[in-house]
């Protein structure tokens, strides 16, 4: 089954620490992936998907086909980066990984 | 252009009763689709309706069901409800078309049930 795994739960790291928030996926073929991410008390939102290529509030996921993984990064994470990130596949799109919850302690 | 709407935002239920949550995607769109989301199961997918047609469904009981209009406007029902189904219920809605095009998918604020 196409499906994302996202191993950790919770992550938590210093403000100014690097950060990375793991995504595997089990599918063949070229996936296009998706973060989203839910702010304290805000909807869940779009972050960023792979083909843009883009870096989004100082994000970047790329896609590496050889280890099947679509981990966010980010060199220097702020307090304001604490939130739920959820990875998802745009093929079977509706399921999410089982998201991780990012602390960034001052 | 208006984002997803959910209503209601907050509702309280007892066992057994059933409740209805409604869904207006962004202008558009055409596929609406329901998930619920509990800090112990995080976000897990239900059905997505498109063009008024369930398309995809989750691994949910039957006491969970759906349906879409006309205007796209999505209701989701849950009957019998038990105390297990306190969660909050999003909503999202997509540009998507044929079966494997991938878009974007906009998110509604939630509608947070508390079944008592």
């Known amino acids: 089954a196409q499906r994302v795994t996202q191993p950790e739960k919770l992550l938590s790291v210093f403000k100014g620490a690097p950060v990375e928030l793991k995504c595997n996926y089990s599918y063949s073929g070229s996936p296009e992936l998706f973060w989203y991410v839910q702010y304290s008390r805000q909807r869940l939102q779009l972050l960023l998907r792979?083909?843009s290529r883009e870096s989004i509030k100082g994000f970047t996921a790329d896609l590496n086909k050889g280890e099947t993984s679509f981990h966010l990064k980010k060199p220097f994470a702020q307090e304001e980066d604490s939130a739920m990130y959820y990875c998802a596949p745009p093929f079977n799109k509706f399921y999410f990984g089982s998201g991780t919850k990012l602390n960034v302690k001052p | 252009k208006a984002g997803v709407t959910q209503t209601p935002r907050y509702l309280i239920k007892t066992r057994g009763q059933q409740v209805t949550l409604s869904c207006s995607p962004i202008?558009?769109?055409?596929?609406v689709s329901w998930y619920q989301q509990t800090p112990g199961q995080g976000l897990q997918f239900l059905f997505e309706y498109f063009s008024e047609t369930q398309r995809n469904k989750g691994n949910f009981p039957g006491r969970f069901s759906g349906r879409q209009f006309s205007n796209s406007r999505s209701e989701m029902n849950v009957s019998t409800l038990e105390l297990g189904d306190s969660a909050l219920y999003l909503c999202?809605?997509?540009?998507?078309?044929?079966?494997?095009?991938?878009?974007?998918?906009?998110f509604g604020e939630g509608s947070r049930l508390t079944v008592l």
């Open positions: 202008s558009g769109h055409r596929s």
């Open positions: 792979h083909i």
């Open positions: 999202a809605s997509s540009l998507l078309g044929d079966r494997g095009h991938t878009g974007e998918l906009f």
